[in-house]
């Protein structure tokens, strides 16, 4: 009765053991699956043309005669508006903002060695959709100084701006192209490994930029995405 009874315990022991065995190498076989896991970049880029130009016409006058150069820059200013209206320009994508007078005696720093007193600026600024129309009159500016008009280069100050502004309305769709780049990265290293992707375990929103493609177009614009995605993976 002792021996049988011994034996049962023995075998139930056994039994558990080998229960204890199956629960831990399933466990850890969980816990490698969970830990398998793959992170990376995923990347997508696109050349667009700008669809929104912004170019600061700067012209100026100098002399010694306040009232005459006033006269002067607000003709100067009447030729550029008309000039850009009848080449295509809408009026309401015209700004014409107030003139700014230098006073070269008033200087705090220095004395005015110029022979002229005042320097007056006067900027007039075109925002348009119309890149194609607007870069056209841009190039044929020179016919300004036909009507006695000169424009001053604006500088690092006022330069002429490109930018893509519908740049929204394609962002799902790169971000699901940058998103399948990715998979295919995964794919390659899971196959490296000896192993498959199973599914995407986490992605972020992805990091966009709109950079010029080159400094000698820059109403061209590269649109880039980049997203970081980690996949998890299996046998």
Known sequence: M???SGIKQAVILAIGIIMLGFCIKSGLESVISKDRKV??????EKEVEADKVTWPIVSKEIGNDLPELYQKINATTRTIRNFLV???????EINVNAPVVIDLNAERY???RQGYRYNI??????TSHNVKLVRGIIARQGDLLQKGV?????????PVKYEYVAFRKMKPKMMQEAIENAEQTATQFAENSKSKIDKIMNADQG??????????????????????????LKD
Do not use: C, H, M, W
């Open 150 to 158: 000169a424009i001053v280069d604006g500088g690092y100050e006022n």
């Open 207 to 232: 990091q966009f930029s709109i950079e010029d493609r080159d400094s000698n177009t820059p109403y061209i614009k590269k649109v880039r995405v980049v997203t970081t995605v980690t996949y998890s």
């Open 110 to 112: 220095g004395e005015n």
């Open 121 to 126: 600026t006067s900027i007039i600024t075109v």
């Open 39 to 44: 992170v990376v970049k995923g990347l997508a």
């Open 86 to 92: 009848e080449n295509g320009v809408k009026a309401s």
């Open 2 to 4: 002792n021996i049988n």
